[in-house]
């Protein structure tokens, strides 16, 4: 049993340190399991990033059933929100894609022998994933990254991290409250300014979506929808 000041302390500080832990997870897993073979394998990413998500999924279903959080993840009825939740994917994905290329623009003008990399590196590598003759591992890889990513990320960035924004902003401004989770999640997709931006913009609109229903279905539903549309485009453009 805990004591009146460590629960205290939980209290105040559990969703920073289930953010802290459930960021640090695949990186401590990829450490456990980098003596497995796991090159002999078809697909080593696919096995890795299964394990990640499965371990993740099992962590978050250990927190609620010992009611570390006091935050309802899922109190709403899917039916009711999903199709307003596409079409707010929809419009995330188009303005995130407009706000990215109008910035790239105007950077354009300023450097003008060339952009640097680092402004516009592709995030499209996932779509190497669905190469191959596979079915069944193109199918694999396609519910990664359009579902079990989206869950998996919700409940850390707008469950975790965005209710100890909340509870830091005394939950009086929920636009700082998005603005912190939204910059702190562009950050974990840094591989590029663009992508940083797209990914901040994305944000906005999942950290939106939380603070409306207060539910992550909701934003699980919209996160799906812009990685299932970027894929397409994605698998489109190439």
């Known amino acids: 049993m805990m004591s009146f000041y460590q629960r205290r302390i939980w209290l105040r500080y559990r969703g920073l340190l289930l953010f802290i832990l459930f ?3 695949p990186y401590c897993i990829s ?3 980098s003596a497995v073979p796991l090159h002999l394998l078809n697909d080593s990413r696919l096995i890795m990033t299964s394990v990640i998500y499965g371990c993740s999924l099992v962590l978050f279903i250990v927190v609620q059933s010992v009611r570390a959080t006091h935050f309802d993840f899922f109190r709403i009825n899917v039916l009711s929100v999903a199709l307003v939740s ?9 303005a995130a894609l407009s706000v990215t290329f109008s910035i790239i623009n105007i950077l354009s003008c300023i450097f003008r022998d060339g952009l640097p990399a680092w402004v516009t590196a592709s995030n499209q590598g996932f779509i190497s994933f669905l190469d191959g003759d596979d079915a069944f591992v193109k199918i694999l890889w396609f519910l990664m990254i359009t579902a079990a990513a989206p869950v998996i990320e919700e ?6 991290l965005q209710d100890y924004a909340a509870q830091l902003c005394l939950h009086r ?3 700082l409250t998005a603005v912190v989770s939204s910059f702190i999640f562009a950050l974990f997709h ?8 797209f990914a901040f913009i994305v944000g906005l609109f999942l950290s939106d ?5 207060g539910s992550l279905i909701p934003s699980m539903i919209v996160h799906g929808t812009v990685n299932t549309v970027s894929l397409l485009v994605g698998m489109l453009i190439r």
């Open 173 to 175: 401004m929920p636009i």
């Open 23 to 25: 960021s640090f997870l």
């Open 190 to 197: 840094i591989n590029s300014l663009a992508n940083m931006i």
């Open 155 to 160: 409940i850390v960035f707008r469950g975790y």
């Open 31 to 33: 450490f456990v399991v």
């Open 86 to 94: 596409i079409a707010v994917g929809v419009a995330a994905y188009i």
């Open 209 to 213: 979506t939380v603070q409306r229903h």
